[in-house]
């Protein structure tokens, strides 16, 4: 019989308004619920703090950018502390450089600073225009600990890469979250059918695909064009949902995964085992076709 290894996740979905204090002490209240509760990492959604600006064209974002640390790493790392939690943090980083960034930052247990993890795929279509506000991600892949609890942070667009997962699984994850901010672009067709279910089942599949729990975490509510769809979700390492929130609601979700079940599932299909990556080349080649 396997020996369970159990961990519980929290995560945070919540509507965005233009005032960023509001915001902050809401999601303060918010992750401190959760962490009564026994949630041990705890995520929050892509630019917790900040509207999502990208949606439009040159707007002032000199408002929405911090420094690490800064303001968010310093008003969570005392629930941190207090609660042995680790808090995955997304924010819009201002470097030392001055170059912007799309980040999170992970508090550990102690109210440490644990290295950050920069947006690595940044879109650029009507809407999310996040190229003209972000640099791509520069620091690579990045693990963060938890006790004995490895686990990788992917942002928003990311999770449309099967390469991202893997990577994370390669290097020793045992758990994505994926922090987003994606909905419906208002008077826009679904020309290529239902986005809400691609967007869920393209991680449900890396979940499946590399035996590991994903945790996504999206906002709700409407700003300007962007109807944000909620339903953040926890899956097991098999791809079942195993909590999803409400469309239009705040909310603060607890649950519990067992991370035995990785190795069952990885061993029992081969997911590993089996692979070829003497054929895979033409997956790193820049100049394929689009």
Not at 78 to 86: A, D, L, V
Not at 207 to 227: D, Q
Not at 238 to 254: H, M, P, T, W
Not at 261 to 275: A, C, H, K, T, V
């Amino acid at each position: 019989m396997l020996k369970k290894k159990l961990v519980k996740v929290g995560l945070i979905q919540s509507k965005v308004s233009n005032d960023l204090k509001s915001n902050l002490e809401k999601t303060l209240k918010m992750v401190e619920s959760v962490a009564k509760k026994g949630a041990e990492i705890i995520c929050l959604q892509e630019l917790y703090k900040t509207p999502y600006f990208p949606n439009k064209k040159g707007v002032d974002v000199g408002i929405f950018t911090e420094t690490i640390p800064g303001e968010s790493t310093e008003a969570f790392k005392n629930i941190s502390k207090k609660y042995g939690c680790s808090i995955i943090l997304p924010i819009y980083e201002k470097s030392k450089s001055g170059k912007l960034f799309n980040t999170v930052v992970v508090l550990n247990d102690k109210g440490e600073l644990q290295p950050s993890y920069r947006k690595i795929h940044i879109p650029h279509d009507p809407s999310f225009y996040e190229k003209d506000y972000f640099e791509e991600g520069d620091n690579g892949y990045q693990l963060f600990k938890h006790k004995d609890i490895t686990f990788a942070v992917l942002i928003c667009f990311d999770q449309w890469f099967p390469e991202a997962a893997r990577m994370a699984k390669l290097s020793g994850a045992e758990i994505v979250f994926y922090p987003t901010a994606i909905g419906t672009i208002i008077g826009e067709k679904q020309v290529e059918g239902d986005w809400h279910n691609a967007w869920e089942t393209v991680m449900r599949g890396h979940a499946i695909a590399n035996s590991f729990p994903v945790v996504a975490v999206n906002r709700t509510g409407v700003e300007g064009k962007s109807k944000f769809w909620g339903q953040s979700f926890i899956t097991d390492a098999f791809g079942k949902v195993l909590k999803r929130a409400s469309k239009d609601n705040d909310e603060a979700i607890v649950g519990t995964l067992d991370l035995s079940m990785n190795d069952y599932i990885s061993e029992s299909w081969g997911f590993l085992r089996n692979r070829r990556p003497d054929t895979y080349k033409l997956i790193t080649d820049k100049n394929i076709k689009k």
